[in-house]
C-alpha cells in the first residue's frame, strides 16, 4: 500500500524553529519528486515546496523562501521539511504529497498532515 | 506567481444536478491544472491532471476541460459522494499556486 506519514508537528513559539518529517512506503522513493502543502485553519490549499527525486533541485514559495529548507533521504525513505522564525500565520496542517510525474505534475498521493500550531 | 481564481466560491445542488466549477489562470498554462477534492478532516484527492485527464479511481461522471486560462470541472448527476470542496491547481511554473476552492453544499 502507498503511503505517506508526517510528524513532527507541534505547539510552537513565535520566532521558534521546528523540523517536521514525512515517511514513504509501498512504493520507489526515490524516484519521485515530493512536496509540501499546508492549510491554514478554515483555509485554502497553499503549497510550500517541492523537491526532486534526486534531492538536487528544490522550488520554495516566494512568502516562505528564507525560512524554510526541504530536504529528502532516499536511504530512509523519508522527506523533512525544516521551519524557521515561526509566525502565528505558519498555523496550519503541513500535508507531503507526492508529484505524479517528474518535478512538474500533480499530487496524486497525500498524507494525513501534521498540525504546526505558533503561539505564545 | 500566477494566481488562480476559481468560481463560484460555493455552490448549492441537489443530488442528480450538473454542476461546473470554473478556474481561471492569470496568465497562459497550456493545460497544466489539476483539480483536488477535500472532504472535511480529509487530506485532498486527486481528481483531474492536465486539465482534462481522470485519474484513476474517479467516476466518469466527473470531467475536465480548457486549456491556456479558462478550466472547467463539471460533476454530471452529482451523487452525495460529490458534495466537498475542490480545489484547481496550475503546476506549469515553480510556484504551483492553488485556487481558493469552491464548496459544492447541498441546496
Known amino acids: 500500500e502507498v503511503r505517506l506519514v508526517e510528524s513532527g508537528g507541534a505547539l510552537v513559539q513565535p520566532g521558534g524553529s521546528l523540523g517536521l518529517s514525512c515517511a514513504a512506503s509501498?512504493?520507489?522513493?526515490?524516484?519521485?519528486?515530493m512536496t509540501w502543502v499546508r492549510q491554514a485553519p478554515g483555509k485554502g490549499l497553499e503549497w510550500v515546496s517541492t523537491i526532486s527525486g534526486s534531492g538536487i533541485s528544490k522550488y520554495y514559495a516566494d512568502s516562505l523562501k528564507g525560512r524554510i529548507t526541504i530536504s529528502r533521504d532516499n536511504s530512509k525513505n523519508t522527506l523533512s521539511l525544516h521551519l524557521n522564525s515561526l509566525k502565528a500565520d505558519d498555523t496550519a496542517l503541513y500535508y507531503c504529497a507526492r508529484v505524479r510525474m517528474g518535478v512538474y505534475d500533480a499530487c496524486d498521493v497525500w498524507g494525513q498532515g501534521t498540525m504546526v500550531t505558533v503561539s505564545s | 506567481d500566477i494566481r488562480m481564481t476559481q468560481s463560484p466560491s460555493t455552490l448549492s445542488a441537489s443530488i442528480g444536478d450538473r454542476v461546473t466549477i470554473t478556474c481561471r489562470a492569470s496568465q497562459n498554462i497550456s493545460t497544466w491544472l489539476a483539480w483536488y477534492q477535500q472532504k472535511p478532516g480529509k487530506a485532498p484527492s486527486l481528481l483531474i491532471f492536465?486539465?482534462?485527464t481522470l485519474e484513476s479511481g474517479v467516476p466518469s461522471r466527473l470531467s475536465g476541460s480548457g486549456s491556456g486560462t479558462e478550466f472547467t470541472l463539471t460533476i454530471s448527476n452529482l451523487q452525495p459522494d460529490d458534495f466537498a470542496t475542490y480545489y484547481c491547481?496550475?503546476?506549469?511554473?515553480?510556484?504551483?499556486?492553488f485556487g481558493q476552492g469552491t464548496k459544492v453544499e447541498v441546496k
Open positions: 491547481q496550475q503546476y506549469s511554473t515553480y510556484s504551483r499556486t
Open positions: 509501498g512504493f520507489a522513493f526515490k524516484t519521485y519528486a
Open positions: 492536465k486539465a482534462s
